[in-house]
């Protein structure tokens, strides 16, 4: 740690932006107590990019976030701002941060808080350091976005109880799971909920196929089949695809759509962690000087990459994965 610049920081500001995710408050948490362990004031900023504009702030203490590690959300409360992405947003956003002498921001959330702060670093020099909050997992850089487990494990919950259903009355399921763009959360519960398939953006999916691999497994004795289904898919949402089996292959379907409730709840041990290293580590890397970079965790390590690796590049869905899901479907 560089003596120098810790000495230097006196304030930073953190911040919650987009979709809220499992894990966030354990990230204020240890953002707050890793800058009170080192002596620097916390500044709270509600609302996202729009609370800075318009200085909605609160003093953030080790008593204030206390509590909060097992509650779901952010109790910053987060929102997408839309005159934050013109130049004249941001210049009110550094205003806001420069009445209360604050020498570093840090903001949660996907790839388009990162740009955001991308864009406020680039066009003032303000410091800034992203923290991966998605239920997503889509943004490079990091294996794991804080809230991508505790999703999965709302997503297998409901896959297990509607197994019960399916098999009582010999019936298709299909399950939708939030990914508009990433099959992450699709992939991950069907192989932990034992579904038959996962159809999601990343690969092809076809009808015909999958008729075809639901008839042989009706014929090795399956009475009853679970598919797990991104609401991105390129064949359209469960609703649709389910027409299509229908149609194709003949078979009763039933669609169930978990929504929302994939982005609450109490975070999972897994993110809980997850949440307090890279809080720990945001705080961490302002201390050392770092101007602009995200942290994430790759290989069980925390790392730092440039922000604009969260939209330049595109994370791959992890093909082994893929394979295993028609490896335990026979």
């Given at each position: 740690m560089c003596l120098k610049n810790k000495e230097k920081i006196k304030k930073i500001a953190v911040l919650t932006s987009g979709g809220d995710s499992p894990g966030m408050n354990p990230a204020i948490r240890a953002i707050v107590r890793t800058a009170i362990y080192n002596k620097i004031e916390v500044l709270g900023i509600k609302n996202g990019y729009d609370g800075l504009i318009n200085d909605w702030t609160i003093p953030l203490t080790s008593r204030s976030v206390g509590g909060i590690i097992n509650k779901g959300g952010t109790m910053l409360f987060s929102a997408r701002s839309e005159d934050f992405q013109k130049p004249a947003g941001r210049q009110a956003a550094l205003k806001t941060l420069k009445k209360y002498n604050v020498s570093g921001l840090i903001v949660i959330g996907g790839d388009g808080t990162y740009r955001g702060a991308h864009a406020l670093h680039n066009e003032?020099?303000?410091?800034?350091?992203g923290v991966p909050g998605t239920i997503d997992n889509d943004i490079a850089g990091t294996d794991y976005t804080i809230g991508f487990y505790t999703a999965v494990d709302t997503a297998m919950q409901a896959i297990d109880k509607i197994r019960d259903t399916a098999v009582s009355h010999n019936r298709l399921f299909l399950v939708e799971v939030m990914g508009r763009h990433a099959g992450f959360i699709a992939l991950a519960s069907a192989i932990a909920g034992g579904a038959e398939d996962a159809l999601i953006p990343e690969t092809k999916t076809d009808i015909k196929e999958l008729c075809k691999r639901l008839h042989e497994g009706k014929k090795r004795g399956k009475i009853s089949s679970i598919i797990v289904v991104a609401e991105g898919d390129e064949e359209g949402n469960a609703i649709e695809i389910a027409k299509k089996i229908e149609k194709k292959g003949g078979y009763e379907t039933r669609v169930s759509v978990i929504g929302y409730q994939q982005r609450g709840g109490s975070p999972s041990?897994?993110?809980?962690?997850?949440?307090?290293?890279?809080?720990?580590?945001?705080v961490e890397e302002l201390l050392k000087g770092t101007q602009s970079a995200m942290v994430g965790i790759q290989q069980n390590k925390v790392v730092t990459h440039p922000?604009?690796?969260a939209w330049k590049e595109k994370k791959s869905i992890n093909k082994t994965l893929v394979s295993l899901i028609g490896i335990m479907s026979v």
């Open positions: 003032t020099g303000f410091s800034v350091i041990a897994l993110d809980r962690i997850l949440g307090t290293r890279l809080g720990n580590a945001a922000l604009e690796m």
